[in-house]
């Protein structure tokens, strides 16, 4: 009797990059929508991979900073080409999106204080809101089946929301807590695969694609770019490295610094790339070309905004072929490391209390148009101008909340009803 690996199929590399190239044009909905369509045609209709290396590799690619979804179909290509069928898997999933995100973009900032468009843009802030709130009650129950797990994300909440704690030592403190936790007892019980023949090959990936990731970067530096491209690459590249959780974790830490410390784009910007980012194909990690093209048209013009677009591309997704080309050797033996597992959890579990954090601070900047913050003692505390409040965009988040828990409409429809409805809202009153 075959075993599950050897029923899987070969496909040739066309074959794939057809596919590859229909998952690229068909990836709306996020993550989960993503990893769900991938599963279905490649595990279930075409079975070029079994459910066993599929499921190991979707664990692996949660342990890693940086969009899931993507960094699923770059190993699904490595595994059946090499690194040529991952760079085709990678680059078709992210390109058809991309495309469409920075012509959106380049009209929103040269268009974007039209009334029309602002109008639409009211009921996509008041569908996003739901749509992330969606996401952290989905999270959450996957993440938070032990105390432990609630207490982290407890304090993660607290840590990033009242004390203003940096992201990545969140994320540090919960993984560490994570992989402390699990026994040595337990570790011992795992059967440990030799892998040292495999890290000659694993330290010439890492340095060759180091290489391609910071060359650019260098590159500009020693040109005398414009700032604001250099800015660019090192936040988005530092964001490439912490961002663990995927693309509403990754929010948490752009949407704050972009607005409150860089102050690239306001928060009502940053919702409206979102919204932009969850209507179009592609990674949803893409709202940070949109920021990238705003911040950079500020500075330059249309010009200069590609430019920024193509930085934050660039150091965006070129860290996610490192991770995997570096990496899927290693799947097998990972997927067996109990203390690995348990740094996951945690870290899962800190992302509840970081999107969170996020849900209520995108809710106060769009309910409200003017937010204040305050130190009380070590605390950092929001407190929003009550006579601010736009009612239109609580009515809409509480309809948007209506059709997708309780009528479980998807995510594009109820974006185009509400957007509609804000339409319709801001022309009569």
């Not at 595990?43 to 079994?50: A, F, G, N, P, T």
């Not at 969606?134 to 982290?152: D, M, P, S, T």
């Not at 988005?236 to 607005?259: H, N, P, R, W």
Request: proline share 4%; glycine share 10%; hydrophobic share 60%.
């Amino acid at each position: 009797m075959q075993s599950e690996q050897d029923q899987t199929a070969s496909p040739t590399l066309w074959q794939a990059i057809a596919v590859w190239m229909q998952i690229g044009l068909l990836s709306f909905g996020g993550p989960a929508a993503q990893i769900a369509l991938m599963h279905r045609m490649i595990v279930d209709e075409r079975k070029w991979l079994s459910e066993r290396d599929y499921l190991n590799a979707l664990s692996f690619c949660m342990l890693l900073p940086g969009p899931e979804a993507m960094q699923l179909a770059t190993y699904a290509g490595w595994r059946m080409h090499g690194v040529l069928g991952g760079l085709a898997a990678g680059l078709l999933f992210v390109i058809p999106g991309a495309i469409v995100i920075v012509v959106l973009a380049a009209i929103y900032a040269l268009f974007g204080d039209v009334p029309l468009v602002s109008a639409l843009f009211l009921g996509v802030k008041a569908a996003v809101i739901v749509v992330v709130v969606e996401a952290l009650l989905r999270v959450a129950r996957k993440a938070l089946g032990e105390k432990l797990h609630w207490f982290i994300a407890a304090l993660a909440f607290i840590g990033i929301f009242f004390l203003n704690l940096p992201y990545p030592l969140i994320i540090l403190i919960a993984a560490l807590t994570g992989y402390l936790m699990v026994t040595s007892e337990t570790s011992k019980e795992v059967r440990l695969h030799k892998v040292s023949h495999l890290l000659p090959g694993t330290v010439l990936t890492v340095f060759c694609w180091l290489l391609i990731w910071w060359l650019p970067l260098f590159a500009l530096e020693a040109m005398g770019a414009h700032n604001i491209l250099s800015e660019i690459g090192r936040f988005f590249s530092t964001l490439a490295v912490v961002t663990f959780g995927g693309a509403y974790a990754v929010l948490a830490y752009l949407g704050q610094d972009v607005v409150t410390q860089f102050g690239w784009l306001t928060a009502g910007e940053m919702m409206d790339g979102l919204g932009l980012a969850e209507t179009t194909p592609g990674p949803l990690i893409l709202v940070t070309e949109f920021v990238g093209f705003i911040a950079a048209f500020r500075e330059g013009g249309l010009a200069l905004g590609m430019a920024g677009a193509a930085v934050t591309l660039w150091v965006t997704f070129v860290p996610c072929f490192l991770w995997i080309f570096a990496g899927a050797p290693y799947i097998d033996w990972l997927s067996d490391q109990p203390k690995l597992r348990g740094a996951l959890s945690a870290i899962t579990a800190a992302v509840v209390g970081v999107i969170l954090n996020l849900s209520l601070w995108f809710a106060l900047h769009v309910f409200f148009s003017s937010v204040d913050h305050r130190k009380v003692g070590v605390f950092k505390v929001w407190l929003p101008d009550w006579g601010s409040v736009d009612w239109r965009v609580v009515f809409l988040t509480g309809l948007c909340g209506v059709l997708v828990f309780g009528c479980h409409w998807g995510i594009a429809r109820v974006l185009l009803v509400s957007s509609l409805l804000g339409l319709a809202l801001s022309w009569f009153f």
